[in-house]
């Protein structure tokens, strides 16, 4: 029997996200989901979003097992791949839209920078890129909770910590994917949707 694990986090923020990707993208595409973790997100978005086809990813194999117990019975979720984003081959087509949450800040900045240089290289064009989790914008955090957050993360590992909303945009410039929209999510995150070429 799989193990289904299970996220607060993804729990409650799962239903927000969701708004802004029925306001961002086309009725009906192909969606790879990098970093996946439980698979609550996808099992949600899969529901939600039933004209999209959902391409789950993680490079915890405990964690591709969870997300495959929450994807069960949906036609519209692949098997979840193991995806390791540093790696240079990703070994997979091109989407309409890739989607990621808190990853870039739980991993050390290189980790970002091949997770955008991979997108750039697996949207179709026009694709988006949708990323979600906390940033610090114009060098500040948005909240003291995000602040001690950082702090926190960077105890733990010093490659680790919240990302300047404008340094992860430049960088994704670069790469050719151009920061389209920004929603301000609950609990002081947010939302960046960025347009390849």
Do not use: K
Not at 97 to 110: D, E, L, T
Not at 122 to 131: A, D, F, I, M, S
Not at 171 to 180: M, N
């Amino acid at each position: 029997m799989t193990s289904r694990l299970h996220s607060p986090a993804a729990e409650r923020n799962r239903i927000p996200i969701t708004e802004v990707l029925r306001q961002v993208l086309p009725a009906q595409g192909a969606a790879l989901e990098i970093a996946s973790g439980t698979g609550q997100h996808v099992a949600h978005f899969a529901v939600a979003l039933p004209g999209w086809q959902w391409q789950p990813s993680d490079p915890d194999a405990q964690l591709l097992e969870s997300i495959g117990s929450w994807a069960q019975g949906l036609a519209n979720v692949l098997p979840a791949v193991p995806l390791d984003v540093t790696a240079p081959d990703w070994r997979l087509p091109r989407y309409d839209a890739i989607f990621c949450a808190n990853m870039i800040h739980i991993a050390p900045w290189n980790a970002c920078l091949a997770l955008l240089r991979g997108a750039a290289a697996h949207l179709r064009p026009e694709g988006l890129l949708v990323l979600y989790g906390p940033y610090r914008i114009a060098g500040r955090h948005t909240a003291p909770s995000n602040q001690a957050f950082d702090a926190d993360l960077r105890q733990r590992d010093p490659a680790w910590g919240v990302r300047d909303l404008e340094q992860v945009q430049d960088v994704a410039q670069a790469q050719g994917l151009h920061l389209q929209q920004r929603f301000e999510m609950p609990a002081n995150n947010q939302c960046l949707v960025f347009r390849g070429g």
